[in-house]
RNA sequence: GGGCUCGUAGCUCAGUGGAUAGAGCGCCGGACUACGAAUCCGUAGGCCGCAGGUUCAAAUCCUGCCGGGCCCA
């Protein structure tokens, strides 16, 4: 960060002091290939009309300036059709080792969100049953974003929106008041399209057992109590379910309450008095026309009862109306067509561009390349719960976070769980867990981290030395990139490709034993790796274990038990 | 039919308009009398779906087509 910020600094009064401007398209980057240099620069391709000159030529008359002014560069380069090749010297580098140490678990952090409030709202599946492996990758992404978010200076609120006031929720005490009464004896026909799980029958039983006289009550309290029974039932199996898989919300917020607080009459009124909203055939109508849909959408309808839309424009109201700056909305990819819609709806609100959606796409469940059956009864892994038992919270999380979010994912149980060994999430942990273990042995040895300093980076100029310092010194650009693209899958690869240089590292330079200076500076340097790794990690909600308990031979037997279990 | 989205190595996937397009898995071949071999090193594997366009420069941006997924009629 420090490192692209210097050579930006100073390529930029390079140019001011020849009278170029700053390109719109100026890119400084790391190269593909590390003998290009640190840093690379791509102005003189993209100045050299205005300047007159051909790239090549001004790219060595701003390297010329450059070598002169700038002191922190070992080499300035022009290389290819005119880039500026740039190469710091490695006491530059060393210095991310001091940084890293000074900040801590902080290391990482920038302020780019200056405080700014974010809401993200996630999840929020209706609570008609236990969440399934979908729902997972909302939660692990939306979980990340907000850790990310948070380290870049945002205030951040996770939300949860309980649909509990619509037509499914209807059907849910319906479902739970039609199979109490048959329990109970009455011969009671099965309904068009109710609940069938028996997880339903399971709340039907204990409504009946906690509440003896619901039989005996008007049958619209008892299914109001059948109801609220199920949901709160429903909803607590859900957040037990995310605890265990370390996901948390902050505000849990309710559909009905929001009906009944009387948000959604006010937002219509709102929408009427500005002309946003007209009443036609009996039904309310928002002019969705004019922020791009193809047709105006109902919100009323003529029977009296809400659409979605409409509780979802109040909901939305109600999100800026508690002061929110912008509002991050994750969704299922089966939501897309709702994006728009929902866009002119903010923009209706008054509050153009602060709405983010991001979809999630489908998650496949396989199971040794076959697809498992996700919505027949009961099966082994429907839910998220299963699959988080049976692979782990970490494995499951990174591999979730270790893609795009607009992708569709698959997701192989055999695969994540008997490769486990093989699973890019116990390589990364496996390297913090290396360097705790480095940090033992060595402690058992007398010999511990070296003070940050001139004396201790003497030791320190190898070429893998000065890799692992270029990569931490890049963690806070990183993280900086993964909050503005919301895309954790940035530190997740990044991780990966510090774990890559830890391990090549441990493999090339013997630590301990070369020598109790060498053997100190270099325990310094894999400390403050360890402590990015951890931080890193922290931000995908992976752990970061000090050790790795099980040997790959016993994980195996392990696996190979279980699945015979499962298929038996 | 309209719209959104994705097509990159055998598989799963990265890739911010830049240089010879990368990684993991899998295949093949090497490396423990030292800090954990859950690791490392090497070989092989590509019309970046197809065709145009914009650009000094396109896997990346634009248009059309083909194919997969989804939403809406």
Redesign the pocket.
């Known amino acids: 960060m420090k490192a692209k910020q210097y050579f930006e600094d100073t390529l930029r009064r390079v140019l001011t002091a020849r009278g170029l401007p700053w390109p719109e ?1 100026a ?1 400084i ?5 590390r ?3 640190d840093f ?1 620069a ?1 102005v003189a ?2 100045l ?2 205005v300047a007159g000159m051909k ?1 090549r030529d001004l790219a060595e008359a701003l390297a010329t300036e450059l070598r002169t002014c700038a002191s922190e560069f070992e080499r300035v380069e022009v ?5 500026l ?1 740039v190469t710091f010297a490695p006491r530059f580098w060393h210095s991310a080792i001091a940084d890293v140490l000074r900040e801590g678990a902080d290391t990482g952090c920038v302020n780019v969100g200056q405080g700014r409030t974010v809401q993200v709202e996630y999840v929020s599946a209706n609570p008609t049953g236990p969440l399934h492996i979908g729902h997972g990758r909302g939660a692990a992404l939306g979980d990340s974003i907000a850790r990310i978010l948070r380290k870049t200076g945002h205030t951040v609120s996770c939300e949860y929106y309980i649909n509990d006031a619509g037509r499914q929720m209807r059907i849910l005490g319906d479902s739970v008041w039609l199979r109490l009464r048959q329990q109970a004896g009455q011969d009671v026909p099965d309904l068009e399209d109710f609940y069938r799980g028996d997880y339903i029958k399971d709340l039907a039983a204990e409504v009946a057992k906690s509440h003896p006289g619901i039989l005996e009550m008007p049958e619209v309290q008892a299914v109001d109590l059948c109801f609220q029974y199920a949901v709160n039932d429903i909803l607590a199996g859900i957040k037990r379910d995310l605890a265990d898989f370390r996901v948390g919300h902050d505000v849990w917020f309710s559909e009905k309450s929001l009906v009944l607080a009387g948000k959604v009459q006010e937002t219509f009124a709102d929408l009427l008095a500005r002309g946003l909203a007209y009443e036609a055939d009996d039904a309310l109508w928002f002019k969705s026309t004019q922020f791009g849909d ?1 047709k105006d959408r109902v919100l009323r309808k003529s029977s009296g009862e809400l659409t979605y839309f409409a509780s979802d424009i109040a909901y939305h109201d109600d999100k800026y109306k508690r002061g929110f700056d912008r509002v991050i909305d994750i969704w299922g ?8 819609r929902m866009q002119g709806a903010v923009e209706a609100l008054g509050k153009k561009g602060a709405l983010t959606v991001i ?1 999630v ?2 998650v496949s469940l396989l199971r040794n390349g076959e697809q498992v059956a996700m919505s027949t009864r009961a099966g082994q892994f429907e839910t998220l719960a299963d699959v988080v038992e049976y692979v782990g919270a970490d494995a499951a999380r990174f591999l979730f976070l ?3 979010s ?5 997701f192989d149980l055999e ?1 994540v769980r008997k ?4 699973n ?1 999430v ?2 990364v ?3 913090h ?2 360097v705790h ?2 940090l ?3 402690a058992e040895a007398g010999i511990s981290p070296a003070e940050p300093g001139d004396a201790a980076y003497a030791c320190l100029n190898t070429p893998e030395d000065l890799e692992l310092c270029r990569l931490m010194e890049r963690f806070p ?2 993280v900086a ?1 993964a909050a503005e ?1 919301l ?1 954790p ?2 530190v997740s ?1 990044y991780l ?1 490709d510090l ?2 240089a830890l ?12 020598g109790a200076e060498v ?1 100190a500076a270099r325990l310094l340097l894999l400390s403050c790796v360890a402590t990015v790794l951890a931080a890193g990690l922290d931000l995908l909600g992976v752990s970061a274990p000090e ?7 016993a ?1 195996d037997e392990i696996t190979g038990d279980t699945a015979g279990n499962a298929t038996a």
């Open positions: 398209k890119l980057e790391p190269p593909r290939e003998k290009f240099g690379s791509n391709m993209l050299a009309g790239p290389a290819g059709p005119g880039f090749n193809d990819a089966d939501h897309h067509g709702y994006v728009s979809l796409q489908l270790s893609r795009k607009d992708s569709p994912l698959e695969l490769k486990s060994m093989d890019p116990f390589y942990q496996y390297a867990a290396r273990s480095m033992r042995k060595g650009s990183v990139l693209s895309s899958h940035h690869h990966s774990a890559a391990h090549k590292y441990y493999t090339q330079h013997h630590v301990l034993s070369a053997a050790r790795m308990d099980q040997n790959p031979e994980a």
